[in-house]
Structure formats: structure tokens, C-alpha cells
């Protein structure tokens, strides 16, 4: 074992800048650049549950669950300053990316919800995309091969999405 984050959960791993990035539950990031040590930069710590890491456009995107005031937020980190996007009462619970776009699947704590809505953004403004009628997008991978958009819910569903040349989504399946 190489690290043993047991007083909380890992919830989310990416690679940014040829560095490792590791979410946790407690709110805090653990950065370490060699996989043997880590270390948690205060600009890391101290968030909401971190729910998601990704890296796009040369940024680290967090997504995390609900904060104090009750508001999920995405984090955006370029290496030394920190700003935050609010999605109101929803979490920031997956994200997925291709060259272009950045997808954010969100979600509610709340079972029967319904706030499973699926957003993208190309890294300066956002877009919602589908609401999918669930409680929550857990899940949101993108198949370069196909140039496809797969979201999982909370209720196991799967999603499929094709997109137009603009990025607007073509056609749905489920």
C-alpha cells in the first residue's frame, strides 16, 4: 500500500500537469508527483466532500457535493488560484470530457428527486444538455472511437449520447 487514506473515502483520481491528484470525501486533495508521497496544499483543502477530478482545457476541474450553504459546486484550479461555479442545490458528481467539451453530471442527496441533469461547458460557459429523471448522474464517460457520451444514474440506468458538429446532442438512447 502506498498511501492509506482510511479516516475518509477516496472518491476521485486524475492526472493533471503529469501530477496525481486524489479526491476525498473529508473535502481535502492529496497531490503527489512521484505516487509515494503526498501531500495536501492548503489551496486543496478544506472544500466540500470532493466528488470528481478531472483535467480540461489545462485546469483541474473538482466537482463536489453539497457545501455548508447547501450549494454543490465545480471548482476550477489552474495551479495556484482557485474560483467555483455554483449548480445550487445539485452535486457535482461525474465528469467526462472530449478535446472540446467538458460534461458535468449532477444530482440531488434527496432519494425521488429527480436532479439528475447532465450539463457541458466549454470551459467558459455552461449548457444544460438532458435532464435524465433521475436522482443522480453517477457516472459520465466519453468513447472517442464512437464519439459517444455514456451517463450512469442512480438507478442503473445508462445513457447514449451522439452529438452534431456544434455540440449540441444529436440523438438519446437509453
Not at 461555479?85 to 442527496?109: A, C, N, P, R, W
Not at 428527486?113 to 438532458?130: E, M, Q
Request: hydrophobic share 35%; net charge positive.
Amino acid at each position: 500500500m502506498v498511501y492509506n487514506a482510511s479516516a475518509t473515502t477516496v472518491n476521485a483520481i486524475t492526472i493533471y500537469r503529469n501530477t496525481l491528484y486524489i479526491g476525498l470525501e473529508n473535502g481535502n486533495i492529496l497531490v503527489s508527483t512521484t505516487g509515494l508521497t503526498f501531500t495536501s496544499p492548503p489551496i486543496l483543502s478544506g472544500l466540500p466532500p470532493i466528488k470528481s477530478l478531472i483535467s480540461f482545457g489545462n485546469l483541474l476541474w473538482i466537482g463536489t457535493s453539497l457545501d455548508f450553504d447547501g450549494n454543490g459546486y465545480l471548482y476550477k484550479y489552474n495551479g495556484t488560484s482557485i474560483s467555483r461555479k455554483s449548480f445550487g442545490e445539485y452535486q457535482v458528481l461525474s465528469l467526462g470530457k472530449t478535446s472540446k467539451y467538458m460534461f458535468i453530471g449532477l444530482g440531488s442527496s434527496t432519494a425521488g428527486s429527480k436532479k439528475g441533469l447532465i450539463w457541458y461547458t466549454n470551459g467558459i460557459t455552461y449548457t444544460p444538455i438532458y435532464n435524465t429523471l433521475q436522482d443522480r448522474v453517477d457516472v459520465i464517460e466519453y468513447n472517442t472511437g464512437t464519439s459517444e457520451l455514456w451517463a450512469g444514474t442512480s438507478d442503473g440506468s445508462i445513457y447514449a449520447f451522439t452529438f452534431k458538429t456544434d455540440g449540441s446532442v444529436n440523438a438519446i438512447s437509453r
